[in-house]
């Protein structure tokens, strides 16, 4: 089913009609909804937010993309059926805890991405730039901070006091590995490494961090520990909560998604009820699960590594 939600990213054949491509699927994804869901069906009743604590290969799935409820009819007309992301608020915990109260992100804000490559290892991301853009003028009372082209580095980040900042959100690229996490990393201009180990080191004071990058989410599948990648590394260094893609993610619909998202924020949103409402407002314009279901929202321990800031 996980294949069948990225399909039209990797196959030309299924982004010919990703409809019929993604129908022969649901059966696969009705099956995990009966297995994982339906049990619980009875306590959601009147339920608004989902909160899952995934294990395993459950990880990277994204529940919201789950078919809900079960019956297979089409939500709106379009030959999707209803998701389960369309009735309930769905988050993530990164270990079996109490749930924080909801909290709201502000500023200041650090944006990082728009990468160059000079030697052209890596593709350009055109709409980075506009998604830097768009979320630099919605925050732009509450202080932004830029590091993109040729600042996106390595040193210019070393030189920031990192714990200032409220949200950090990266547009970049990001590899990942299911195997190796020392080869997990954000890609920086100039083919910079941000590795794992140089951001668990890192002293943040963040409400959020957000990595749209592709695959900021995967990483090396550890039983009781979850996944051992990005988020696992910026919850050490001080996260309180983050937003990651379990896929590659298509520049144009992750910018889109994005945008979407900090406007909910702005208004107040906490992070799992904006990117709730991202999604909704993303399947609207892009239908098909790979381009609005990647995005998943864990909300971390209440203890951050620094001390609170001041407010503005």
């Not at 409400?207 to 989410?217: A, M, P």
């Not at 144009?252 to 999604?279: I, W």
Request: hydrophobic share 45%; with cysteine.
């Amino acid at each position: 089913y996980r294949l069948a939600l990225r399909r039209p990213l990797l196959s030309a054949e299924a982004r010919l009609d990703p409809l019929a491509d993604f129908q022969r699927d649901v059966p696969a994804g009705a099956a995990l909804s009966r297995w994982l869901i339906a049990p619980l069906a009875p306590l959601l009743v009147g339920a608004r937010r989902v909160l899952i604590v995934p294990d395993g290969e459950l990880a990277l799935l994204p529940f919201a993309a789950l078919p809900w409820p079960l019956s297979g009819a089409s939500a709106d007309g379009g030959g999707y059926p209803p998701f389960l992301g369309q009735q309930y608020e769905i988050g993530r915990l990164p270990l079996a805890m109490v749930p924080p109260p909801a909290r709201v992100a502000r500023g200041p804000v650090l944006l990082a991405g728009n990468p160059v490559d000079a030697a052209g290892g890596l593709p350009a991301l055109p709409r980075a730039a506009e998604e830097m853009r768009r979320l630099a003028a919605l925050w732009s009372r509450q202080g932004v901070e830029r590091l993109e082209g040729n600042d996106l580095s390595l040193g210019k980040i070393a030189g920031l006091d990192l714990t200032r900042y409220g949200i950090v959100h990266f547009a970049t690229h990001a590899e990942a590995s299911s195997r190796d996490p020392r080869r997990t990393a954000v890609l920086l201009s100039g083919g910079q490494r941000l590795g794992l180990d140089r951001i668990g080191a890192w002293k943040l004071d963040a409400d959020l961090v957000v990595l749209s990058g592709c695959r900021t989410g995967d990483g090396e599948v550890v039983p009781g520990e979850g996944v051992v990648g990005l988020g696992w590394a910026f919850f050490r260094a001080g996260a309180r909560d983050l937003v990651v893609s379990l896929w590659s993610v298509a520049d144009g619909a992750a910018a889109d998604e994005m945008v979407l998202f900090h406007q909910e924020l702005a208004r107040g949103a906490d992070p799992v009820a904006a990117l709730a409402h991202a999604r909704r407002a993303a399947a609207g314009l892009r239908s098909h699960p790979a381009f609005w279901a990647p995005f998943v929202a864990y909300l971390g321990p209440e203890a951050a590594t620094c001390t609170k800031r001041p407010k503005n």
